[in-house]
């Protein structure tokens, strides 16, 4: 079964921390994954997008790791701001013909002042 | 450029009624999708479209039907709601297919409850 898992569910930081995104998956055939933040009452917006032969992204303060063998990747995020407080999405793109998406629960980060 | 905008921002039915809700986008995108969010889950596909009048079905489409008559537009419509379908509803658009190496971009969302 194609799955998408993040972890933790939720996360609070102190602003100007750190914090990294943990997100395993069981798909196949494997396209792409991205990270979407998704802020309270809006829209996923798109962070990164990496194919099996990236190993890292970049977006500001944000990296994306990508570690195709084990399947599992990571979003971190340096010196957190309180607008960095929101939902943050795994989503993995299958293969072939279908197309398909399959989006991960999310982790709800709130950063603290 | 406005991107993708939803149409209503929020809405109570009763159960039985009926609804449309429509998106717009001004990206001249082909491919355009409908998506539910439920406390817990992932998105789920709903109905999608590959371009002006086609349609097809995503991974829970019953008790939803959708119509594409314009590039711009993709609505989405509940003949008989239940309460079941209470749900945050977003619609997204993307030149290429969704599994491409390419961006897809959502709306802000409609929050439907179905009493």
């Known amino acids: 079964k194609n799955q998408v898992e993040q972890s933790p569910q939720s996360l609070i930081i102190l602003e100007g921390k750190n914090c990294t995104l943990q997100?395993?998956?069981?798909?196949?055939?494997?396209?792409?994954l991205r990270w979407y933040k998704q802020d309270t009452g809006r829209g996923p917006v798109s962070l990164t997008i990496?194919?099996?032969?990236?190993n890292t992204k970049s977006n500001g303060r944000y990296t994306a790791t990508l570690d195709a063998d084990t399947k599992q990747s990571s979003l971190h995020i340096t010196a957190s701001q309180l607008s960095d407080s929101a939902s943050y999405i795994c989503?993995?793109?299958?293969?072939?013909?279908?197309?398909?998406?399959?989006f991960g629960t999310g982790t709800l980060l709130a950063v603290q002042p | 450029n406005a991107g993708v905008t939803q149409t209503p921002k929020f809405r109570v039915l009763k159960t039985g009624q009926s609804m449309t809700l429509l998106c717009a986008q001004d990206?001249?995108?082909?491919?355009m999708y409908w998506y539910r969010q439920d406390p817990g889950m992932g998105l789920r596909l709903i109905h999608y479209?590959?371009?002006?009048?086609?349609?097809a079905k995503g991974e829970v489409p019953d008790g939803y039907n959708v119509s594409r008559l314009k590039k711009q537009n993709f609505l989405l419509g509940l003949e008989s709601a239940a309460p079941s379908q209470t749900s945050v509803y977003f619609c997204?658009?993307?030149?290429?297919?969704?599994?491409?190496?390419?961006?897809?971009?959502f709306g802000p969302g409609t929050r439907l409850t179905v009493l």
């Open positions: 990206m001249n995108h082909e491919y």
């Open positions: 997204a658009s993307s030149y290429y297919p969704s599994g491409g190496y390419n961006e897809q971009f």
């Open positions: 989503v993995v793109s299958l293969g072939g013909a279908t197309n398909k998406l399959i």
């Open positions: 990496m194919t099996f032969s990236e």
């Open positions: 479209s590959v371009g002006e009048g086609t349609t």
């Open positions: 997100c395993n998956y069981t798909v196949s055939p494997f396209s792409n």
